[in-house]
C-alpha cells in the first residue's frame, strides 16, 4: 500500500511540470492504459459483488482469486498513466479524469490508501466463506466510490 501511494505521489509530482509538453495524441496510451486498469478493476469486483448479491454462486477459489487480483492492482506502478493534462477538461470524451483529481492531491492519495487497506481486508476474506466475502464489500464500494465521486465526471 505504502509503495503504491508513494509511487503514485512521485507520477503526479513528476508529472506535474510535463503536462504542458504533452500533446493530446501523446495522452491517448496513458488514457487506454488506466481505462483498462479500471475494466479490470470491475471485471474481479463483479464477480465478488455477484456472489456478495447472491446472483452468483459462492467458489472460494474464484473468489479468493479476484479479491487476490484487486489487491495486486492496488500496488501496481500506475506513475505513466496520470500525467497532468489528461483529464476531460482537456480531452473531452476520451476520458472522465476530472482536472480535480491533479488539483486536490492529498485527497488522491487519502482514496488511495483507502482502496489499497479495503483490497488488503478482501484478499484477507474473500475466500473464507460468504459472509466474510460480504462483510468486506462495503468498505471496497466505499473506497472506489469515494475516489470516483469527487475525481471522475458524473456518469449519465
Not at 481505462?35 to 459483488?49: D, I, S, V
Not at 487480483?69 to 500506475?78: A, D, F, I, R
Not at 477538461?89 to 480535480?100: S, Y
Amino acid at each position: 500500500m505504502k509503495v503504491f501511494a508513494k509511487s503514485l505521489l512521485m507520477a503526479i509530482v513528476m508529472t506535474l511540470p510535463a503536462g504542458a509538453a504533452f500533446s493530446e495524441g501523446e495522452f491517448d496510451g496513458a488514457v487506454k492504459a488506466r481505462k483498462a486498469e479500471m475494466t479490470l478493476r470491475a471485471f474481479n469486483l463483479g464477480q465478488l459483488g455477484a456472489m456478495a448479491k447472491g446472483e452468483m454462486e459462492y467458489n472460494a477459489d474464484v473468489a479468493k482469486a479476484a479479491a487476490h487480483n484487486l489487491k495486486v492492482m492496488t500496488t501496481l506502478n500506475g506513475m505513466a498513466m496520470w500525467p497532468k493534462g489528461s483529464d476531460n477538461a482537456a480531452l473531452g470524451d476520451k476520458t472522465n479524469a476530472l482536472p480535480a483529481l491533479w488539483e486536490n492531491f492529498p485527497k488522491v492519495i487519502e482514496a488511495v490508501k483507502a482502496l489499497s487497506a479495503a483490497a488488503d481486508v478482501m484478499a484477507d476474506a474473500a475466500g473464507k466463506d460468504l459472509a466474510s466475502l460480504q462483510g468486506a464489500m462495503g468498505a471496497v464500494g466505499k473506497a472506489c466510490g469515494g475516489c470516483h465521486e469527487q475525481f471522475r465526471k458524473k456518469m449519465e
